[in-house]
Nanobody
Framework: QVQLVESGGGLVQAGGSLRLSCTVSGTGFSINNMRWYRQAPGNQRELVATITSGGSTNYGDSVKGRFTISRDNAKNTVYLQMNSLKPEDTAKYYC????????????WGQGTQVTISS
């Protein structure tokens, strides 16, 4: 059984920072790409950032220069460092990973709420 568990969300003032973590648990797998998505009420889920198994990264235009995705392969964990936060960053943040157990399947975490006050 593979599970993704996010942590690190919360309430911060605009201009502040948060660091989200997402750890993959289970046995007998390897992890390819990992991603962070977010979804605000009434909006579609938005891809925030992607990191490959080799560490290459890509960001959505709305977070470039403010957010940094990273991963610790030894800990099966992906991070999202969020700086210069804006009220429009308020959303539920989800991690997502391509899990290889002989075949590749996408797994999702349960999400963590990030709220930015103005």
């Amino acid at each position: 059984q593979v599970q993704l568990v996010e942590s690190g969300g919360g309430l911060v003032q605009a201009g502040g920072s948060l660091r989200l973590s997402c750890t993959v648990s289970g046995t007998g797998f390897s992890i390819n790409n990992m991603r962070w998505y977010r979804q605000a009420p009434g909006n579609q889920r938005e891809l925030v950032a992607t990191i490959t198994s080799g560490g290459s990264t890509n960001y959505g235009d709305s977070v470039k220069g403010r957010f940094t995705i990273s991963r610790d392969n030894a800990k099966n964990t992906v991070y999202l460092q969020m700086n210069s936060l804006k009220p429009e960053d308020t959303a539920k943040y989800y991690c997502n990973a391509d899990i290889n157990r002989g075949y590749i399947r996408v797994y999702w975490g349960q999400g963590t709420q990030v709220t930015i006050s103005s």
